[in-house]
């Protein structure tokens, strides 16, 4: 086999060619795109002589890009390894924890020719799978980032503008409407002079309803007494607020945009009835979950490696007398934070779900600690589901932890 360990940066890749026996054939520094791969596969060429693509085999650290692709379309054995993984490995070498991309590139191939049962090679997820990967982490992302934009306009608030914050409770700050009333009406002097008529404008022209009672609740928060900055000051937060304001109404159209982007995408998949035949789970959340895990039959031999990827599972830790059980803190925070989703909704939606989550609460577990056990256990259900080629049935995936029958 020909072992290759490659350090890959923004703008090119350093590659480490071993054979079986550890031996160094090659090492080069190679530009990204076209004439790099191009360049790779005269090294392997050059150095693996009869070999069948499958029995290249490479190390690198991340899962996704062109380049990635391009590798996994030659046929060669791609495996994605976590930084932290290649540091401590490193450290069998030296603990002065020196690095260089060479030095990283030659740990890597190390790793693919000691350890490569241990490691997990990149799924071959389908195109499908893939494509509705990237609309579902570029809508979560768009999320996130509204709420540090929120985050950041409430901070502002809270210094110059407090009664914004409880006015515009009603409507939620983040919505358009609301985020429209403060544009126009950015500092309290401002908002205060706000008639009924220009306040019910805004909420009417969004369709909200009792929008009359509303407007009569932000006038009077608008028009409370609070503490005054000087003029020069208020107006420069207000300057600031109302840049926060517009960007998150562009957020909130793109937010809206591309999770149609992720319907469309989520329910051409094969695999989209199983999914949203488990409790708990809506195209927003199915496409979540669909993209962290992929769709790669091959790449969780059993329900317990699928849970351990999701980190749902629990850690035990053991030395001398010391026994706990951990959460799992190191994880896949994506497909994390859509689980915790499911097992939430879960909660409504399926009676055997909502048993589970009791029982684990009777033994004194935490809401956390128990809404975790019941998404570990829905992982497993899943992958049931998956394997058989069979929707949820709910008498089916709670038969063993059904209520005892009155005799």
């Known amino acids: 086999m020909l072992l290759i360990g490659d350090d890959w940066a923004e703008d090119h890749h350093d590659v480490e060619l071993q054979d079986e026996s550890g031996r160094k054939l090659a090492a080069a520094n190679l530009p990204e795109g076209v004439a790099g791969i191009a360049k790779l596969h005269e090294l392997v060429a050059r150095h693996g002589g009869e070999l069948e693509p499958s029995e290249v085999v490479v190390g690198i650290e991340t899962d996704r890009g062109s380049w990635v692709q391009a590798l996994i379309v030659s046929g060669y054995q791609v495996y994605a390894i976590n930084p932290r993984q290649v540091a401590r490995f490193k450290e069998r070498y030296a603990s002065s924890q020196a ?30 799978a893939q494509a509705v990967k990237v609309v579902a982490r570029a809508h979560q992302t768009l999320i996130w980032e509204r709420t540090r934009t929120f985050q950041r306009l ?42 009924r008529t220009q306040i019910t404008a805004v909420p009417a022209r969004h369709r909200r309803r009792n929008r009359d009672a509303k407007a009569a609740t932000i006038q009077t928060a608008l028009r409370e007494q609070q503490l005054a900055l000087p003029e020069q000051v208020t107006a420069a937060y207000a300057a600031t607020a109302t840049a926060h304001a517009r960007l ?47 769709d790669d039959p091959d790449r969780y031999a059993s329900a317990k490696a699928r849970k351990n990827y999701a980190g749902t599972s629990p850690v035990t830790r053991a030395s ?3 026994h706990t059980v951990q959460a799992r803190y190191v994880r ?39 809404l975790r056990q019941l998404g570990n256990r829905l992982v497993g259900i899943l992958h049931g589901c998956l394997r058989t080629r069979t929707t949820y049935d709910e008498a089916t995936a709670w038969s063993h932890h059904a209520s005892p029958q009155p005799a």
């Open 99 to 128: 690095k260089s991309d060479k030095g990283d590139a030659h740990a890597l191939a190390d790793m693919v020719r000691i350890d490569r049962d241990r490691l997990r090679p990149v799924a071959g997820d389908s195109q499908a």
């Open 154 to 195: 409430r901070s502002t608030l809270r210094e110059y503008f407090p009664a914004a914050l409880s006015a515009y409770t009603d409507l939620a700050l983040t919505s358009t409407d609301a985020l429209e009333l403060l544009i126009k009406a950015p500092t309290p002097a401002a908002a205060a002079k706000l008639t």
């Open 248 to 294: 998150i109404i562009a957020l909130n159209e793109q937010i809206a945009a591309m999770e149609e982007q992720v319907k469309v995408h989520f329910l051409k998949h094969p695999d989209t009835e199983i999914y949203l035949s488990m409790p708990g789970i809506a195209e927003v959340t199915g496409a979540r979950v669909l993209a962290e895990f992929g």
């Open 320 to 322: 001398g007398k010391s």
């Open 332 to 370: 896949n925070n994506r497909l994390a934070d859509a689980l915790q989703t499911q097992a939430f909704c879960a909660l409504r939606a399926s009676p055997g779900a909502r048993r589970y989550y009791d029982k684990q609460r009777a033994r004194e577990l935490g809401y956390n600690p128990a």
